[in-house]
């Protein structure tokens, strides 16, 4: 959190939660501040959220490729081997192109507990 800038009131308000959770709602032995557990939160949803913006862009990159590749060729007459040739170049491309992608987010997701 910046001191310039107001702090966040989601963190806040996350941060009494638990502090009332833990010690009640007078707060009774309570020794650490509200604002030094919202900055812990907001760190945390920050992550979060560069996270989930990390897979936007990688998703925007995805379709823009994907899109290039369903463009077909220049116009003429191509030979039906030529198709088959473009066509299997096109295909090894898509599935370059979301290998890497499912190998990306799998990286990226929060792992499961069992």
């Not at 020794?31 to 920050?46: F, L, P, Y």
Request: charged fraction near 25%.
């Amino acid at each position: 959190m910046s001191s310039t800038s107001e702090p966040d009131p989601v963190p806040l308000q996350l941060a009494e939660e638990v502090l009332r959770h833990i010690y009640g709602d007078d707060f009774k032995g309570c020794t650490v501040s509200m604002d030094s557990v919202a900055s812990i939160i907001a760190n945390g949803i920050g992550q979060q959220q560069r996270g989930a913006n990390e897979l936007i862009d990688l998703y925007e990159k995805l379709v823009e490729a994907l899109h290039l590749l369903s463009n077909p060729p220049e116009a003429g007459k191509i030979e039906p081997v030529e198709w088959q040739k473009f066509l299997s170049q096109r295909l090894d491309s898509i599935h370059a192109l979301t290998t890497k992608t499912m190998e990306t987010t799998a990286r990226i997701r929060p792992k499961k507990s069992m």
